[in-house]
Nanobody, 133 residues
C-alpha cells in the first residue's frame, strides 16, 4: 500500500520560502514520477512540478525559477522548495506518484514538462499553504 504524507505547509508572508515535504512509503518499484499538485478554492487542480526517478524535473510556467522539486532516495521523501511566494500561490498542495511510468511520460519530464494529471495513481492528503500580502 503506497502512502504519501505531506508536511511543511502553513501561513507565510509574500516573498517567503517554505519547504514542503512528502514522506513516501510502500512503493518498491525503481522507476517513478512524483509530483506536486495544488488546488485553490474554486479552481481546478494545477500540476506544479514533477521529478522523475532519473532526476529530471519539470515545472509549470508560473513557478519556474521560484520552486524547486527534489527527491531524496535515502529518505524516500519528496520536497518542494518554494521561494518568492505570491498570494496566488495559496492552495492545498498534494504530492502524488505515477507508478512505473511509461517511457513517453518519463520523456515529458525529461524535457521539462509535466505528466498529465490522470497519470497520477497515488495521492497524499495535502498540506495547506496560505500566502498573505
Amino acid at each position: 500500500q503506497v502512502q504519501l504524507m505531506e508536511s511543511g505547509g502553513g501561513s507565510v508572508q509574500a516573498g517567503g520560502s517554505p519547504r514542503l515535504s512528502c514522506a513516501a512509503s510502500g512503493y518498491t518499484a525503481s522507476t517513478f514520477c512524483m509530483g506536486w499538485v495544488r488546488q485553490a478554492p474554486g479552481k481546478e487542480r494545477e500540476e506544479v512540478a514533477a521529478v522523475d526517478s532519473d532526476g529530471s524535473t519539470g515545472y509549470t510556467d508560473s513557478v519556474k525559477g521560484r520552486f524547486t522539486i527534489s527527491f531524496d532516495n535515502a529518505k524516500n521523501t519528496l520536497y518542494l522548495q518554494m521561494s518568492s511566494l505570491k498570494p496566488e500561490d495559496t492552495a492545498m498542495y498534494y504530492c502524488a506518484v505515477v507508478p512505473n511510468p511509461r517511457d513517453d511520460i518519463r520523456g515529458l519530464v525529461t524535457m521539462g514538462w509535466l505528466p498529465p494529471l490522470y497519470e497520477y495513481n497515488y495521492w497524499g492528503q495535502g498540506t495547506q499553504v496560505t500566502v498573505s500580502s
